[in-house]
């Protein structure tokens, strides 16, 4: 019956009916990779129990204590001053595996300041905080599935996972669905830092192709002259091109 139905519907319809295409293997990074060493304590080691899930999982709410404000795509503009570094906008899409858009989608950030520091009270690196920036912020996609945030490129910054290791300039991004279970969460790096090559974060997605789809592309169209240098990064929630998510 079920078939038949189908079959009805596709002679009835333009549209291509398919299920949603896998990622390839060499996308996402494993549970356990071996060179980020904090991974060894954070993946499970039994099987997963499959919980079902009620309505109070798969709907709201959806966002935190209030809903985004006019200035949080703006990192820059959040406090009384103006903050130390380099500006730069990042603009990209949230787009499906058949690179339609996804209006209507949270799309946050967070960051280290010009100096390779967060602002938050276990990061206890030796390096500046800057009162005038908190490193966060947040916005919906439009009618187009399009988001840009302007804020301050992020230094690199030393962490324990190995003798003289640094984490390589980047940008964390969470995608919303309509639900806090369909939250995704990836990161952002930057072309021709050499610092990639040694990172074991970004050297955990298997892939090569994988790899540069984390990687944002400058894109002077998206540059305000005299302010801002642009950078342009799509996210693929799912298919053969998908982003590379966090487990």
Known sequence: MRRDFRRGLMRNTKVPIHGYRRPPADCHPPNDAPGYRSTAARHPTRPLVVIPQTLSEITGPMYGHRDPGPMDHDLT????????????????????????????????????????????????????????????GRAMTNAKGEFRFLTIKPGAYPWRNHENAWRPAHVHFSVFGPSFLTRLVTQMYFPGDPLLAFDPIFNAVPGEAARRRLIASFELGATEPGWALGYRFDLVLRGRDATPMET
């Open 77 to 136: 503009r959040q406090h009384p001053g103006e903050p130390l570094g380099e500006r730069i906008i990042v603009a990209g899409r949230v787009l499906d595996e058949d690179e339609r858009p996804v209006p209507e989608t949270l799309v946050e950030v967070w960051q280290a300041n010009a100096a390779g520091r967060y602002a938050h009270a276990e990061d206890r690196h030796e390096a500046p905080l800057d009162p005038n920036f908190s490193g966060c």
